[in-house]
């Protein structure tokens, strides 16, 4: 058995967020797409519903070697290799997501924020680092980086914390809030969410529009224009989808944007980015004239 077995059949095109958009330069597709399948890859090993755990661990460690160069076991480790050899860019940042991919085998329970946001510190800022080291950005984007990165992986957990329950039996939802709300991971498991449910989801998209806050800057870090708008387009859409995960049950209401409502809030986002970039080019050429 390999991670080509275990394949989910998902693409990047199915994601809540862009990856590797049009806006992303030509040049620098290829490889982030590389870093997407090689993920996607990971990720299906380790959500799958009838595999073995030491199976899943054994096809992780394979990628693990394969990517470090030391077995070619792993086809979508050595297409990402090749690439970051060529680039002369880092495997770290892919052997940081092989960690939180395993960790989704053997840990199925977060006892608070703390443990989660370590969790995505693997499963999510390495995701944000590569695409940034891609296009030679500075690492002081990396804490705004991390910031918008872990937002949009506490969302996906909030949005698919039933599914996460009853197929895999894994909770990313903190324990203690859980405890703090008067309730307990068998209400995951209900048709729909009950009042204290539903408090503990609002508290956890408010700690994730905290996040949000961090990252509100990000774009304006990032040298390559289009990089920047991408950025601020995801922003956007992960803004939106922190508010409606404080007014929507997620077990049985709809969360995820309808591809109208996406439209609109990309346009948005990215004319945010374009006219700040222009605001400050215009104060430099100001300050500039008087020097």
Not at 31 to 41: D, S, W
Not at 163 to 171: F, G, V
Not at 239 to 245: F, P, Q, Y
Not at 271 to 277: C, D, P, Q
Request: charged fraction near 25%; charge should be positive; proline fraction near 3%.
């Amino acid at each position: 058995m390999d991670a080509a077995t275990l394949s989910s059949g998902k693409g990047h095109r199915h994601e809540n967020f862009p990856v590797a958009s049009l806006l992303i330069r030509k040049t620098h597709r290829p490889v982030i797409l590389a870093f997407y399948r090689f993920a996607r890859a990971a990720d299906d090993v380790a959500d799958h519903a009838s595999a073995a755990p030491n199976e899943k661990l054994r096809i992780l460690e394979f990628m693990w070697r394969s990517l470090r160069g030391e077995s070619a076991d792993s086809n979508e480790a050595i297409a990402l290799r090749r690439y970051l050899l060529d680039r002369n860019l880092s495997a770290q940042h892919g052997l940081d997501l092989l960690e939180a991919f395993r960790r989704d085998v053997t840990k199925l329970r977060y006892r608070n924020w703390n443990e989660l946001m370590d969790y995505c510190s693997y499963s999510a800022a390495s995701v944000g680092r590569f695409v940034l080291d891609v296009h030679g950005e500075a690492r002081t984007t990396w804490p705004a980086s991390d910031a918008l990165c872990s937002a949009l992986q506490v969302i996906n957990h909030l949005q698919d914390c039933g599914k996460d329950y009853s197929m895999l039996n894994r909770i990313y939802l903190p324990l203690e809030v859980l405890h703090e709300t008067g309730t307990d991971v068998a209400s995951l498991g209900a048709p729909c969410a009950s009042p204290q449910l539903r408090e503990t989801i609002s508290r956890l998209a408010r700690r994730t529009q905290d996040l949000l806050e961090q990252s509100r800057a990000f774009a304006g870090q990032i040298r390559d224009r289009r990089l920047a708008l991408e950025v601020g387009i995801i922003q956007r859409l992960a803004e939106n989808l922190a508010e409606r995960l404080r007014a929507r049950d997620p077990l049985s209401e709809r969360v995820h944007h309808r591809l109208p409502e996406t439209l609109l809030l990309a346009l948005a986002g990215g004319a945010g980015v374009l006219s700040n970039r222009f605001r400050t080019r215009s104060l430099q050429r100001a300050v500039a004239s008087t020097a």
